[in-house]
């Protein structure tokens, strides 16, 4: 084995919060250079006195007026690289196949819970990746406005520099949300939660409780994601109750309960693999029939349990989408980048 597949090797059993982590301070680096580089802008003043409005005005005229050609080349040089950058990401995401990116090694193939662990960790970086980059995308939006309204005055000189931190921070993150692969196939997830709760036996150890939290987290974003395909008002239909309830009754470490319990949540797996609805919704009644002792204990004691954010674990429709969500901040941001450093020539403070 060479060095270069050797390194993958040992990168694909990392933590790929880490590895996200290094990728995106790496990244981050890189355009922190390049933007200061690209959108570089100095001022000239002039200081002047208006007697009719008994005011003075402190003019700051943009430099790169003056040297418009070579401003426009390093506009250039940031969208080629961030393009680059971009379609660089997109092809390592599709090169690094869902066995490559989730099992690692293919002698050390990982175990259910580790799949399902990798995907909800992956999961929760690109979405946050995704949210940020929006946040900072209103930011950007926003302090373009106020340089070019003029508004905040006193701060006028401060938000070209605040707003380079910010153009850095959309590239970063969303080179970083590209790089990641969707790690969407619904099917191999189902899979890895039914493998998940057939692993459960009476008489598990404390540290087996990490596969029923993981086998719930599962099992509650499937139902979501096949619910919501065909109930248009799916925050009518509270799936916390019956999951609940099912939840507390993988907890009951006695086997005529726990039968129960893997039985009603492997036919909810299936129904959600062949994509019938209507076995859905009768194996969810199941719930309620079967273990509703645990109900009554879990509104008796006010039970609840936390369950999985459908914002930031939602299965990504088309591959297509998913990389636009990404892609457009990344335009619009060099958009405004222009408008802020080449387009806006003229700032003044009166006082």
């Not at 380079?164 to 959309?170: A, E, G, P, Q």
């Not at 404390?206 to 719930?216: E, G, R």
């Not at 591959?319 to 457009?328: G, Q, S, T």
Request: charged share 20%; proline share 3%; net charge positive.
């Amino acid at each position: 084995m060479n060095p270069i597949t050797s390194w993958i090797e040992k990168l694909r059993n990392k933590d790929p919060k880490h590895v996200s982590l290094l990728v995106f301070i790496a990244i981050l680096i890189i355009f922190n250079l390049l933007t200061y580089y690209s959108f570089d802008v100095r001022f000239t003043w002039i200081l002047t006195y208006v007697p009719y409005y008994n005011k003075y005005y402190l003019f700051f005229i943009n430099t790169n007026i003056m040297y418009l050609g070579v401003s426009l080349l390093k506009a250039a040089i940031f969208t080629a690289i961030l393009t680059f950058a971009a379609i660089i990401s997109i092809k390592i995401s599709q090169t690094s196949s869902i066995a490559q990116i989730i099992t690692g090694p293919k002698k050390e193939k990982m175990q259910s819970t580790e799949i399902i662990q990798r995907w909800k960790i992956n999961k929760k970086i690109t979405s946050t990746a995704l949210i940020l980059q929006y946040v900072a995308l209103i930011i950007l939006a926003g302090i373009t406005l106020l340089i070019w309204y003029n508004m905040l005055q006193q701060y006028i000189i401060v938000l070209p520099m605040v707003s380079k931190y910010v153009i850095t921070l959309i590239a970063a993150l969303g080179v970083t949300y590209l790089i990641n692969p969707p790690l969407d196939d619904e099917k191999m997830l189902a899979q890895a939660c039914l493998n998940t709760i057939n692993s459960i036996e009476e008489g598990y150890e404390k540290k087996d409780v990490k596969k029923i939290d993981l086998a719930y987290f599962m099992l509650y974003v499937l139902l979501n994601q096949a619910l919501s395909k065909y109930i248009e008002e799916l925050e009518e239909f509270d799936l916390e109750p019956p999951l609940t309830t099912l939840y507390l009754a993988l907890l009951h470490n006695e086997r005529e309960t726990l039968t129960k319990a893997k039985t009603i949540a492997t036919n909810l797996l299936k129904a959600i693999t062949q994509q019938k609805i209507q076995n859905i919704l009768k194996h969810l009644n199941e719930i309620d029939k079967k273990l509703g002792n645990f109900r009554e204990l879990a509104e008796t004691m006010k039970i609840s349990v936390s369950h999985p954010s459908p914002t930031i674990y939602t299965f990504n429709s088309s591959n297509k989408l998913v990389r636009l969500r990404a892609i457009i901040p990344l335009i619009t941001e060099t958009a405004l980048a222009i408008l802020i450093f080449l387009v806006k020539w003229l700032y003044y403070i009166t006082f």
